[in-house]
């Protein structure tokens, strides 16, 4: 069986708030930890089309979780 595995690392003002904003859309695939400027989610999946998909999910809940972030810092 094929195992699919990648790291997305986004570098953010407010990485604590963006990850925790995040996690709850994760799927039982996915890992989201904030670092110091970055959040990195680790996507792992045995189908390629699945992961793309969790993928193209994910990033726009992290274009809406930093929009969100944002707002609540000022």
């Not at 969790?54 to 930093?66: C, F, G, R, T």
Request: proline share 3%; glycine share 2%; aromatic share 2%.
């Amino acid at each position: 069986m094929m195992q699919v595995h990648g790291v997305i690392m986004t570098t953010h003002r407010l990485p604590a708030c963006v990850a925790k904003a995040i996690r709850p859309d994760n799927l039982r695939s996915m890992k989201t930890v904030a670092t110091k400027n970055e959040v990195k989610t680790r996507i792992t999946g045995t189908q390629l089309r699945s992961v793309i998909a969790s993928v193209d999910d994910y990033l726009m809940n992290l274009a809406i979780a930093e929009e969100t972030c944002s707002f609540v810092s000022h």
